[in-house]
């Protein structure tokens, strides 16, 4: 019998009116096999597993009292990841050993509890500091992969001024350009090749989506990449890249604190 909680609504969370005291940052991973819930509905779950952990939430001021629980940046549909973002602010201090212990028996399906920081209560919204994804896309060992004409397909695409492409927006198809949300993509060094690319989140420009980075690279190759899955490996706020502008090559990946 599955024992993890049930979703429940920002409006049915107990509000308290104690003040704030500390801003826990939780880095948790998804499988790919975890259940496809619409964000509002992950919203939900993850604040049915935090009540259910007994961690005592705080709620934002104001004539509508919300939950003060923050995501980076929304994950793609059935996409498996390794480092998401939540804030989580809290009425007491808890060590991290507690929230650890407390959490991860009511974790939402499919998730799991990879670190914790304890961050600055005072800091700004987690939502709006999101400036990057890198993200693992793994190919179809089963299918041979030309390792220099995709690693001369990635540099063609970083060199490049301009990349068009077109996506859809409700019921019409947009074009854009791609090239400015992509800051790295290049093929790793493994066997079989995958390749790891790094986006960036931009409020006006929008998202660098994996799976146009790589219809980018089979436009140049023409033909089709055999990708076998995707990974958004982690986030990255705009104060763990090179500099505030957003690089448009990335060298090595910052890595996210762990306590």
């Known amino acids: 019998m599955d024992d993890r909680p049930a979703t429940v609504s920002e409006e049915a969370a107990p509000q308290t009116n104690e003040p704030p005291r500390q801003r826990w ?7 790919p096999d975890a259940p496809a819930l619409a964000q509002r509905e992950l919203n939900e779950a993850w604040l049915a597993s935090i009540l259910a952990a007994g961690l005592p ?3 934002s001021d104001g004539t509508s009292p919300k939950p003060r629980i923050s995501f980076g940046a929304p994950l793609p549909s059935g996409m498996a990841a390794d480092g998401e973002l939540i804030d989580v602010v809290l009425t007491e201090r808890w060590p991290a050993w507690r929230v650890r212990e407390s959490l991860e028996p009511v974790l939402p399906d499919g998730w799991r509890l990879v670190g914790l920081e304890d961050v600055w209560l005072g ?12 993200y693992r896309i793994e190919l179809d ?10 690693a001369r397909a990635c540099a063609t695409l970083l060199s490049s001024r301009h990349v068009p492409r077109q996506r859809t927006k409700g019921d019409r198809v947009v074009d854009y350009d791609l090239r400015p949300l992509v800051l790295d993509v290049r093929v790793a060094d493994d066997d079989p090749p995958r390749l790891i690319a790094r986006t960036r989140f931009h409020p006006e420009l929008g998202t660098g989506r994996p799976e146009e980075v790589v219809g980018a690279l089979e436009t140049t190759l023409g033909g089709p990449l055999p990708v076998a ?3 958004r490996e982690r986030l990255l706020l705009v104060d763990e890249l090179e500099d505030g502008d957003l690089p448009q090559a990335a060298t090595a990946p910052a890595r996210v604190g762990r306590k």
């Open 25 to 31: 940052r939780l880095v948790v991973g998804r499988a």
């Open 57 to 59: 939430l705080a709620h």
């Open 123 to 134: 800091g700004p919204p987690l939502a709006g500091r999101v400036a990057a994804g890198d």
């Open 141 to 150: 060992p089963a299918i041979a992969i030309d390792r220099a004409a995709l």
């Open 229 to 231: 899955g995707m990974v």
